[in-house]
């Protein structure tokens, strides 16, 4: 993930939002994705939105896109227990090519 | 009903060992992946097959050799197992549009 950048770690009280954080180089990226990883398993994926895009929001999700910084993010609302997980982002192009992931922000919640 | 299933979910092997790891996805997907993750969570792309042929090769010794015997079936071939090989290995699929990836739930290699 040389060219996805995410803090590694966050930790936020219960109830809380969380806001994970994500920069890329590669402006020709046509879709960004969040991806979330639970212990042993696969990865999941939670969202992606369009680089024509600004902000998607699914339910306690909300993914804001700044193009010009290269900056995306993921806010989480009424952060739960069971959001307890590592979230990827990742750039991709139009087409089934390859998706770039960045490291992983593991995300821990405290009562 | 397992859209992408991998087996085994485990894999302990001594070194030199070849073993094989199996990828199928039932989503009518034409496109097949696989990826490394290291201990450190990082993800790397290793290969992609559409419609049973090649796309992606990424820098990846050539003891590791991915086949598709159709569309619904992505296997892993290494040879001569080392213990850098350790990691896991995910397989996953994509209808293509950016419309993301499916992911199976890994497989697990240990190389002793």
């Known amino acids: 993930g040389e060219d996805v950048e995410q803090s590694l770690f966050l930790s936020v009280r219960e109830g809380d939002s969380s806001v994970i954080n994500c920069t890329y180089t590669?402006?020709?990226?046509?879709?960004l994705y969040w991806y979330k990883q639970e212990p042993g398993a696969g990865l999941q994926l939670l969202t992606y939105?369009?680089?024509?895009?600004d902000m998607k929001q699914d339910q306690r999700l909300t993914v804001l896109l700044n193009k010009k910084d290269k900056h995306l993010s993921l806010r989480i609302a009424d952060t739960q227990t069971g959001d307890s997980a590592i979230y990827f982002c990742?750039?991709?192009?139009?087409?089934?090519?390859?998706?770039?992931f960045g490291s992983g922000t593991r995300l821990s919640i405290r009562p | 009903d397992t859209a992408v299933s991998q087996t085994p979910k485990y894999l302990v092997t001594q070194m030199g060992n070849d073993k094989s790891i199996k990828c199928e996805q039932n989503?009518?997907?034409?496109?097949m992946y696989w990826y490394k993750q290291d201990s450190k969570k990082f993800l790397k792309i290793m290969f992609s097959?559409?419609?049973?042929?090649?796309?992606i090769n990424e820098t990846v010794p050539n003891r590791f050799s991915p086949k598709s015997p159709d569309k619904a079936h992505l296997n892993l071939h290494i040879n001569s197992l080392e213990l850098g090989d350790s990691a896991v290995y995910f397989c996953?699929?994509?209808?293509?549009?950016?419309?993301?990836?499916?992911f199976g739930s890994g497989t697990r290699l240990t190389v002793v």
């Open positions: 996953a699929s994509s209808p293509g549009q950016g419309r993301g990836y499916t």
């Open positions: 590669d402006s020709s990226s046509t879709y």
């Open positions: 939105i369009f680089s024509n895009m």
């Open positions: 990742a750039r991709g192009g139009s087409s089934a090519s390859k998706i770039i």
């Open positions: 989503l009518g997907h034409d496109t």
């Open positions: 097959y559409n419609n049973k042929e090649l796309i």
